[in-house]
Nanobody
Framework: EVQLVESGGGLVQPGGSLRLSCAAS????????MGWVRQAPGKGLEWVSS????????YYAESMKGRFTISRDNAKNTLYLQMNSLKSEDTAVYYC???????????WGKGTLVTVSS
């Protein structure tokens, strides 16, 4: 059974940093792209970032470039999202997902809430 479990969310002040983690199990982690998607309160899903199976290339939504860094540790079956210079508009539930690229995200975690507020 595929499982994705996010952690690391919480309350942070504007300008602060957080690192999210996603523990994956039930599939061969390094065979797949992985990604992060978020959903702000009252809004739709927004793709944040994705990373190739071996971590050699990553992709970001325009508004996250330069502030967020996606990475993965295939030995630990874990995906990360380092978020710096956080803004109030980054407040959202962040989901880890297995990225099938043209086929979309096929498995999702339950999400972790990030709140950016003073």
């Amino acid at each position: 059974e595929v499982q994705l479990v996010e952690s690391g969310g919480g309350l942070v002040q504007p300008g602060g940093s957080l690192r999210l983690s996603c523990a994956a199990s039930g599939f061969t982690f390094d065979d797949y792209f992985m990604g992060w998607v978020r959903q702000a309160p009252g809004k739709g899903l927004e793709w944040v970032s994705s990373i190739r199976w071996n971590g050699d290339k990553s992709y970001y939504a325009e508004s996250m470039k330069g502030r967020f860094t996606i990475s993965r540790d295939n030995a630990k079956n874990t995906l990360y999202l380092q978020m710096n210079s956080l803004k109030s508009e980054d407040t959202a539930v962040y989901y880890c997902a297995r990225d099938r690229v043209e086929l979309g995200m096929d498995y999702w975690g339950k999400g972790t809430l990030v709140t950016v507020s003073s």
